[in-house]
Each structure stands twice: as C-alpha cells, then as structure tokens.
C-alpha cells in the first residue's frame, strides 16, 4: 500500500499529454509563436477599438490565442498535478506560468477599450457578433465593475501573486506534508492524504479507520497555522478585489460571474441544512446498528453498509460499466468513452506528490483529462462517470459553442458530471433481481454521490460562507477560528446521531476549493438538477435524454435559470431542492427496509 514515486507506476496507468505537445521542444517552439502573435495582436488592435466590426474581429481573433494559452497552461500544469515533487515539473510550470501571465497582462486592453465605446457601438457590436455575442453582452454588465485600463493591466500583471495562497495551500499539502505510519495490533500501516482519503476513510475495520483519522488529524494539525494564513490571505484579497470593483459586498462580487442571485445561493444552504439532516442521521444511524458501534463518530460516516459486498473493481471492468450506464446518451457519448481509455485521457495511478480527490481538465475541441487515484472500488467507478461527464459538456458544448460560451456558470457545473453518476448507479440497479446488490448500489448512491455533493460539500459551503461573513465585517481569521467554525458546521447537521471527534474540526484544511470563489455549493446544485433530469429520463425516455443534450450542447449561452428550463425545470423556485431532498430519502427509507428484510436489523 506504501505509494511509490511517479517514475515507478506503470504508463498505462497516467495520461498521455502528448495528445496536447508531442514533446517539451514543441510545447516552447508554441510558447514563441504564442508570443509573437500577441504582440502581432496588440498592434493591430490596441487603440483602435472603436467600431462594431473590428470590436468582433478583435475577440474573434483574441479566442485563438486563449486556446494555445490554454493547451500551454495545461501541457505544463497537468504534469505538475501528477507529481508536486519533481523540481523540475514544478521550474517548468512556473516558467510557462510566467510567461502566460506577461501575455495575459498584454491582453487586458481589449476590455478596457471596448467599454470606452459608445452604447450604440457596443450594441451594434453584440448585434453583429456570433461566438463573442454572450461575452459582450457579459462585458456591458460588467461595465460598472471595471476600473481604469492601467489598473486592470497591472492586476492582471500581479496575477500570479495574487494566487500565492493557493499556490501555498498545494505545495504544502502534496509536497511538503509528511506522514508517519500508524500501528494497529501490532500492524504498521503507511498513511497519506490520497491513502486516508480514498481507502482508510472506508476501512470496514473500525480500528484501523479511527486510528487512521487520529493519525491524519495529528499530523495535518501541525500545518493549520500555515495553512489558515493561506486562508485568510485569500478570502482577504477577495474582499479587496469586490471593494475595487465596488461591490456591497464579497457575495455579490462572486456571485456575479455565476449569474446567480444571493437568493438561489442561500437557499441551497439553508434548504440542505435543515432539510437533508434528519435523513442523513437515519442513515448514519443504520450504519451504527449494522457495524455493532457503541457510538457513531465523524470518522465512521463513510463506511459501506455492506462492506462484504463491495466487489474490487480493475480498471478494465470499470470501462465496461461506464461504457455500458451511458449508452443511453448516445453513440456519440459511448465513443467519447472509449477514447478516453484507449487514448489514455485518465490518471488512474497512485504516486508520492499526486493530487488528491479527481477533476477533468479539457481542452476545447479536443480531448479531456482525468485525474483521480485509483482503489479498486466501485467508489472509484463513480469518479470515472463523474469526471466523464464533464468531458461530456466539453465535447458538446464545444461543438456547438465557441470558447468563449461551451462552458456553463459555475452554479451548473457539476451538473454533467454528477448526472453521470446517477446514471451509472440507474444501470446497476437495473442489471440484476437480487436485494443484496440493490441496497449495495443504493447505498452506493448515498455514500458516494449524495454524501459527497449534498453533505461534504455543503458543509463546506455553510463554512465558508460564514467565513465571508467575518471578512465582510472587515474582520480576519486565524486556525482556531476557523477549527471552532467547521466544529459548530458539523454539530449543526449531525445534531446526536453523530459524534465529533477531535480532529474533524480540521475538515477545513482538506480542501482546495475554498481557493476558488464560491465553488463548493455548486455541487448540490448541480446535483439538484441532474436528479431531477434522470428522474424525467426514467419516466420519459429518449424526449428527456434529447433534453439532455440540448442542455450540454447549450454550454453557457444562457443563465442557470435559463439553462435549467432546457433541460425542463424552474430553479428559481425551491421546488426542485425540495424534490431532490424527498428522493435522497426515499433511497435511505429503502436501504432501510432492505437491510430489515436481508440482516433482521431495524431502526
């Protein structure tokens, strides 16, 4: 189990990032020609943006050079993302990230001087263009937010060290944090962020998973100072960018890009909170009754309700169920599969200096790229449809879209991919009669997908949220502030079912996505309407599949709201929450009743 150095995994195992560049040489001949393109751009367009015609010809131009900066930025970062340790990754991502962040500065005059236009140019311009329509039409609502040309140039300059926080939060966590083994009965274990969070987190062995999550805590405990400051310079410098811009507040500052009001935002917390709970603590309560555990703990919450029934997955099979849960999306859909194993779009391996968790990371109008740490569980398969569906949306929405519009708001990002999930768990059910292997799939669903977005997540998305609330006031925050915060956050949602630990108040160091505005809601949301949409699939068939990808395809040329109606539903309302939160616990009632009927043990 002891995790070797990334030289040692085998290559079918990793990404092949040749796909991008066939070779470092290629890659910084690009780097030159990217060069020499923006200065060729800048002086064929800088102070001359002032019709509605060379506005479009401008963008439509400027999406060209995004997407060789992209290809660079990802030919150097992903490599980085395998492997924190290698030096050398590291010098040549920082110097491409150089690099990139110089031409980007270059850049910054295009917004600017569009805004100088005049309200007739401008509309005349958003008439006129077709794949930088949305982006103009962005821009306009942006008008009121953006500061004078060379302010912007020089914050675009300082764009790197205004990342240093998360630049921080990584090196430490993948590089710098070491972990001592940790013995049970006499057994040395070896431990690791990756090793704790995709295994010993589901250990059926309780004594191994509690002395997992004592070690882990002790050791990341040493690093929450350090880690905090990261913190707080982050939602700091947020604070300040929103203020610039003359914001009321850090909220709507972030919210802004998303295109979604503090309303749909609240909601999502506040509805989860109070209404998802009681059904979680049944089901935390059952898994107490099913593992004999005198008490439920934070550090038992992700164990299987069957862990004798959790069949080892290769990576071969995992293909298979993938390929076979989303047929129902197309041809298209199952080619899109097939390629991404065939022409190894996917890190399944597990190394010293790997990222944690799993994300897709795609290229316009080419491939995707998936990292995740492979276990041999079916957990793993879930990851595999998960990050699949963002490949998803990348391969439809860049179809039909141009760079600036295939990717939709932030609010529905995780709609494509936690889809996917549902219809992987929707097959399974389907392709046997046995009870066992039903609640072993339901429960499935629940510890993984729902846990995962609905729970993990938005209790990151209360915490952080109070966290805005301290830097809204013009307040700061520090390690125990926010230890005492996360405390209180999951006192709050497992109320007596569950008890909390020391070290569990710690939750708050494990994530990266505090560094990305407000992201960790979004998962609920996105999940809201992906439930709603298999739902529709199951009753309707091909008509909601169509839907569907009528969705994908329409990238983000819409607001959610707008988005969402496509794919048939209303979240301006809480209807769909509501809807989504009485299926969650209709799956549990079911588990439930299934484990009465297969174990005799009832709630």
């Known amino acids: 189990m002891e995790l070797c150095a990334r030289k040692d995994v085998p290559v079918e195992q990793t ?45 439509d131009e400027m999406e060209l050079i995004e997407q060789m900066a992209g290809h660079l930025w990802q030919y150097a970062g992903l490599a980085l993302e395998a492997d924190f340790t290698d030096n050398a990754l590291r010098e040549r991502e920082a110097k491409v990230s150089d690099e990139l962040t ?43 937010h953006m500061l004078s040309p060379e302010t912007e140039k020089v914050l675009a300059s300082l764009s790197m060290s205004l990342e240093v926080p998360y630049t921080v939060y990584n090196t430490m966590k993948l590089a710098d944090i070491s972990f001592a083994p940790f013995t049970v ?25 509690r002395a997992a999550f004592r070690a882990f805590s002790d050791t990341i405990r040493r690093y929450q100072n350090t880690t905090a400051a990261a913190y707080n310079a982050q939602v700091s410098r947020e604070k300040t960018m929103s203020e610039l811009r003359k914001f009321d507040n850090v909220f709507d500052s972030l919210l802004f890009r998303q295109k979604v009001t503090r309303e749909m935002y609240d909601r999502q917390i506040d509805v989860i909170t109070e209404r998802l709970a ?18 439920m703990t934070f550090a038992d919450l992700k164990i299987a309700v069957d862990p004798e029934f959790d069949p080892k997955v290769t990576i071969a099979e995992s293909h298979t169920y993938v390929r076979e849960a989303l047929s129902i999306l197309g041809q298209d859909y199952v080619e899109m599969v097939d390629r991404a ?73 995780e709609a494509p991919s936690t889809m996917n999930e549902l219809l992987l768990a929707h097959y399974l059910t389907h392709s046997k009669e046995d009870k066992r292997f039903r609640r072993w799939v339901l429960s499935s669903l629940i510890s993984n ?4 977005n609905f729970v993990t997540h938005l209790r990151e998305a209360w915490y952080q949220r109070e966290v805005y609330r301290i830097i809204d ?46 992201y960790p809601y979004t998962y609920s949301a996105g999940l809201t309407v992906a439930t709603q949409a298999m739902l529709r699939i199951e009753k309707e068939g091909e008509p909601a599949v169509n839907d569907w ?35 969650i616990g209709s799956i549990i009632d079911e588990i439930c009743r299934l484990t009465e009927e297969i174990d005799g043990i009832r709630l």
């Open 15 to 59: 990404w092949d990032l040749s796909l991008i560049f066939p070779d470092d040489q290629t890659m910084w001949k690009s780097l030159e020609q990217l060069k020499t393109d923006v200065k060729r751009f800048v002086e064929t367009y800088a102070g001359k943006l002032n019709t509605a015609e060379t506005i479009v010809h401008c963008l």
């Open 102 to 144: 110089r031409l980007e500065s270059e850049l910054t005059f295009v917004d600017s001087e569009i805004l100088l236009a005049s309200d007739e140019v401008l509309k005349a311009a958003e008439a006129l263009a077709v794949g930088c329509r949305v982006y103009i039409h962005d821009l306009i609502a942006r008008k009121a």
């Open 185 to 209: 009965d006499g057994k040395e274990y070896p431990l690791g962020y990756s090793l704790f969070e995709d295994d010993y987190e589901l250990d059926a062995n309780t004594a191994v998973r």
């Open 278 to 295: 009681p059904h979680m603590r049944k089901y935390a309560r059952l898994l107490q009754k099913k593992y004999g555990l005198e008490k």
């Open 341 to 413: 194993y065939r022409e190894r779009w996917i890190d399944f391996a597990k190394n010293v200096g790997k990222s944690t968790g799993g994300f897709c990371s795609s290229i316009y109008r080419k491939n995707s790229y998936i990292l995740l740490n492979w276990n041999d569980r079916m957990a793993d398969v879930f990851t595999v449809a998960h990050e699949l569906g963002h490949a998803g949306q990348n391969m439809y929405g860049g179809q039909a879209q141009s760079l600036y519009d295939c990717s939709p708001s932030m609010y529905l990002i």
């Open 449 to 452: 997908t729902y846990y995962h």
């Open 473 to 518: 006031a013009g307040g700061s925050v520090n390690a125990e502030v926010l230890s005492d915060l996360f405390r209180k956050n999951l006192k709050l949602f497992w109320g007596d079912a569950v008890e909390i630990p020391e070290g569990a108040e710690l939750t708050w160091m494990r994530q990266p996505h505090y560094y990305m505005g407000l």
């Open 549 to 583: 990808k009528r969705f994908l395809a329409a990238g983000g040329t819409k607001d959610p709201a707008g988005l969402a109606r496509i794919a048939g539903f209303d979240i301006t309302t809480d209807a769909p929450l509501n809807a989504t939160i009485d299926y």
